[in-house]
């Protein structure tokens, strides 16, 4: 079964300092899309960064950079220099062969002034 | 970037009532569209996938009877929720790809509250 585990429930982090969101898939398929969403308050689901599972480099956007581990199937956020404005949830989702997506249950990020 | 509107955002409605939510992408043709249903404090659980011109495929354990979902061109995708009751109330949204590749473009959602 295909699956996404987003282990960590809340996280706290020190307004300018880095936080690492940890992502884990389980999948059978050879390829596939990994994405990371922030859900803020309204409900409004923001993209934030893309890897392809054949892409051999570590995509980046931003303060926004996926530490992709394929052998691993880890696909963790980190978000550089945190910002107040990023406290929202955090969901991993990854798109499967036959288009559908999937999300892990989320991780609430609150970034202390 | 590309846009998908979804309307309305919030509703509330009787128990017994049907509500429908409708899903257009703007600036692009989408031949697949996707509902999800939100729990408060919880993930975005796939309900269906829209087929234009074909019928919904459901996920397992969502009465089609029940989410009704006409896509009936490449722009429009409506959910409707038939004989809602408060156990229905939920967040849903919709998405759409633009292509292959590329990530999924959601609506703003719709609060669906039955009274």
């Known amino acids: 079964a295909q699956k996404i585990t987003q282990t960590q429930p809340g996280m706290f982090v020190q307004e300018k300092e880095a936080v690492t969101l940890d992502c884990t898939y389980d999948?059978?398929?050879?390829?596939?899309?990994l994405f990371w969403y922030k859900q803020p308050s309204s409900g409004e689901m923001i993209f934030l960064i893309y890897q392809g599972s054949y892409d051999e480099q570590n995509a980046t956007e931003g303060r926004y950079s996926l530490n992709f581990q394929k052998a691993r199937k880890s696909a963790n956020l980190v978000i550089s220099a945190s910002q107040l404005g990023d406290s929202a949830m955090y969901f991993c989702a990854m798109r499967y062969n036959n288009n559908d997506m999937r999300f892990g249950a989320g991780t609430r990020l609150t970034v202390k002034p | 970037g590309a846009v998908v509107s979804q309307h309305p955002s919030w509703v509330i409605c009787k128990s017994g009532t049907s509500v429908k939510i409708e899903c257009r992408s703007l600036d692009f043709q989408a031949t697949t569209m996707f509902w999800y249903r939100q729990f408060p404090k919880q993930s975005l659980m796939l309900m269906a996938t829209?087929?234009?011109?074909?019928?919904?495929?459901?996920e397992q354990g969502v009465e089609k009877d029940k989410f009704l979902i006409n896509h009936a061109s490449l722009t429009l995708s409506t959910l409707t929720v038939t004989s809602a009751h408060p156990e229905d109330s939920s967040f849903y949204i919709c998405?759409?790809?633009?292509?292959?590749?590329?990530?999924?473009?959601f609506g703003q959602g719709t609060r669906l509250t039955v009274v």
């Open positions: 829209s087929n234009e011109g074909s019928k919904a495929t459901y």
């Open positions: 998405s759409a790809y633009r292509g292959p590749g590329t990530e999924a473009f």
């Open positions: 999948t059978s398929d050879q390829s596939y899309g």
